[in-house]
C-alpha cells in the first residue's frame, strides 16, 4: 500500500498538478529552519530545485561546479547565484541563473513556490525555489563553460530508496545527509536541501522516519 502511495505521488502528473504543488510547498515551509550562522545576513542567494521528466521518471536536475570557480569548485549542486540588483524577487534569481548555467531557456521553468531560506556557515543566506522543467530534453543543454563541469539527473525514487541514503558525523554535534548512487554523490548543503524537498514531498512513513538521524541536526538549528 505504501509503496502505491510513493507511486503515486512520483507520477510524472505532478508536474502539471497546481494543487498537489502546493501542498508540496506548504510542507516545505512548515519545515524547522535552518540557522547555522548569528552573523547578519549581507549576501543572498537563491537556487532552483529543479524536476524534469527523464525516461518517463520523475526525477531532479543537479550540476557539478566548474573547477574555474573560486569556491566549491567541482561540488554537485542545484542550479543557483547571487541575487543581482535586477532580479526582482529570489524566484527571479533562481530561474535566471538555472537558465544562464544549463543553457534551458527561462520559458521552460514552471515555479511552485520557495522554502524556508537557509543560513550557512559561511557565505549567503540561500533560498531555495522548487520549480518544473517543461518537456526537458538533455538535448537542450548548453551548459555554462565557466561555470559549469556537468548537469545530470536523478530520479527521485533513486534517493527516496533507504538503500541509497547515508549520513555523516559533522563536529560531532550532529549529521547531515549524504545521498549515493546516482551519477555523483550528493552532500554538504545541497544533501540538507535535497532531504527538506524530499521530506515535503513523501509521505512520512516513506522517508523521515527512516533518516531519524538528521532529526538531531533540524532540532539543533530550531533552538538557535
Known amino acids: 500500500m505504501l509503496l502505491k502511495k510513493v507511486s503515486e505521488v512520483l507520477h510524472p502528473a505532478l508536474l502539471t498538478n497546481r494543487t498537489k504543488q502546493l501542498e508540496v510547498i506548504a510542507r516545505l515551509q512548515a519545515l524547522p529552519k535552518i540557522r547555522l550562522s548569528k552573523e547578519p545576513v549581507t549576501k543572498e542567494a537563491a537556487i532552483l530545485i529543479p524536476l524534469c521528466i527523464v525516461d518517463d521518471k520523475l526525477s531532479l536536475l543537479y550540476t557539478v561546479r566548474s573547477s574555474k570557480l573560486r569556491s566549491h569548485r567541482g561540488q554537485v549542486s542545484f542550479p543557483g547565484g547571487m541575487k543581482d540588483k535586477q532580479d526582482g524577487s529570489f524566484e527571479e534569481c533562481a530561474v535566471r541563473e538555472f537558465a544562464e548555467e544549463t543553457g534551458i531557456p527561462k520559458q521552460s521553468v514552471r515555479v511552485w513556490g520557495r522554502g524556508n531560506t537557509i543560513r550557512p556557515y559561511f557565505g549567503p543566506s540561500i533560498t531555495p525555489i ?41 563536529r560531532t554535534n550532529y549529521t547531515l545527509p549524504v545521498f549515493v548512487n546516482g551519477e555523483e554523490t550528493v552532500w ?32 539543533k538549528q530550531t533552538k538557535q
Open 188 to 219: 554538504g548543503i545541497t544533501a540538507i536541501i535535497t532531504h527538506l524537498f524530499l521530506t515535503a514531498l513523501l509521505p512520512d512513513d516513506a522517508y523521515n522516519a527512516r533518516l531519524s538521524s538528521i532529526k538531531r541536526y533540524e532540532a
Open 130 to 170: 522548487v520549480g518544473s522543467v517543461v518537456d526537458f530534453s538533455s538535448a537542450q543543454l548548453k551548459p555554462s563553460m565557466d561555470e559549469v563541469a556537468k548537469v545530470f539527473t536523478v530520479p527521485v525514487a533513486l534517493f527516496a530508496d533507504p538503500v541509497n541514503r547515508r549520513h555523516t558525523q559533522f
